[in-house]
């Protein structure tokens, strides 16, 4: 895959805090920091989809949340959540330095590539998008100094790990993560919409807008991949089948790590992600050409096995010694066999179709 990591330098030997600490942390589940290749990016061509972009273009410049990220309303108290369950204020202190984290890394991610590209067109638009995951970032921090956590963002730039992607794979991972992004904040802001007696911090109150913002850049990325078929043509499908199996996975593994905020939300977490995965497939649509059979009884059952093998392989880690890492040796190999059992489930055909763009209508 091209892939290599660096660490960018940095003048403080440990971070600042635990929050920080968590946010810079890299294992197979974290949110992580993407350089690319910045020649490559100069040279996109849109001309295929010129219209659509035009209008992208425009709804980006009209900045219709401009407004919106600031504690107003139902939000405007330092919220107390010393009255937490212990169990919910770990899971949700998480949520929020994961989700910190994924922003702020989309946040440098297009903000370099902007620094580093003349093309005039892709320039705006990684400005637009970093100011939006701008925004995002730091109103999850507002939320994380509730909790005297705040992640130090500075620190993070500094000291994170960065994964070089070539640009086909930024495309392709960073569209799912936008879109999967939207379907998980829409689906959450719609149970709460029907059981506002679950709503336990007021920052889901922000979610609709907020996800159309993330349904926005995954319409970037759709129209750059449309605006250049060979990037979804030939052994291209292998590599997007592939990233939608690892983000797929990743959030299934990881959703089921915390029980404590499924159970406050009403969530059964599988049906949750489930109905994440299909609102993410109807929005695959506009630009893969490959689909992942989620009915497949095979799918569910790796998905499965995967979240055992997790669970498994924490207990390892937390045995220690010799054995426990026996164990995750163990689990590690068993957790990278299932992974490919599951790639080669047959994928789905689709056409792709005329009319690119969407609507967020979720």
């Not at 590539?113 to 998008?129: A, C, T």
């Not at 701008?134 to 500075?154: C, P, Q, T, W, Y």
């Not at 989620?294 to 790796?302: C, D, M, Q, S, V």
């Amino acid at each position: 895959m091209n892939a290599v990591t660096k660490a960018h330098p940095t003048s403080f030997e440990d971070a600042p805090n635990e929050s920080t600490a968590r946010a810079k942390h890299d294992d197979m589940l974290s949110p992580r920091f993407y350089t690319t290749d910045f020649e490559a990016f100069d040279k996109l061509d849109i001309g295929l989809v010129r219209n659509d972009w035009d209008q992208m273009m425009a709804e980006f410049e009209a900045d219709i949340n401009s407004n919106h990220f600031r504690r107003d309303g139902s939000y405007t108290e330092k919220v107390d959540v010393a009255t937490y369950d212990p169990e919910l204020y770990d899971e949700l202190l998480g949520f929020f330095i994961s989700s910190l984290t994924s922003e702020y890394s989309g946040c440098i991610l297009y903000a370099d590539i902007m620094k580093n590209i003349d093309n005039p067109e892709i320039k705006k638009l990684m400005e637009y998008m970093a100011r939006d995951e701008s925004r995002h970032a730091g109103f999850i921090n507002k939320a994380l100094e509730d909790f005297d956590r705040a992640v130090d963002m500075k620190f993070l730039r500094e000291a994170k790990k960065y994964t070089f992607f070539k640009p086909k794979f930024i495309f392709y991972a960073t569209y799912l993560s936008e879109k999967i992004g939207y379907a998980r904040y829409i689906t959450i802001y719609r149970q709460l919409e029907k059981h506002p007696e679950n709503k336990f911090h007021p920052i889901f109150d922000w979610f609709k807008e907020w996800c159309n913002d993330e349904f926005r850049h995954g319409e970037a990325f759709a129209l750059i991949m449309r605006a250049d078929p060979s990037l979804l043509k030939g052994r291209n499908k292998l590599w997007i089948k592939f990233f939608q199996l690892a983000v797929y996975a990743t959030m299934y593994v990881r959703d089921h790590m915390r029980p404590a905020m499924n159970k406050a939300f009403g969530f059964d977490p599988t049906d949750y992600d489930y109905r994440v995965f299909e609102i993410t497939r109807e929005c695959s649509k506009q630009c893969f050409p490959v689909l992942l059979d989620i009915e497949n009884p095979a799918f569910h059952a790796g998905l499965e096995k995967l979240r055992h093998v997790n669970e498994a392989s924490i207990a390892a880690k937390k045995r220690g010694g010799l054995i426990g890492r026996l164990q995750q040796f163990g689990c590690k190999l068993t957790g990278f066999t299932t992974f490919i059992r599951m790639y080669f489930i047959p994928g789905v055909k689709n056409e792709l179709p005329a009319k690119v763009r969407l609507e967020p209508t979720w």
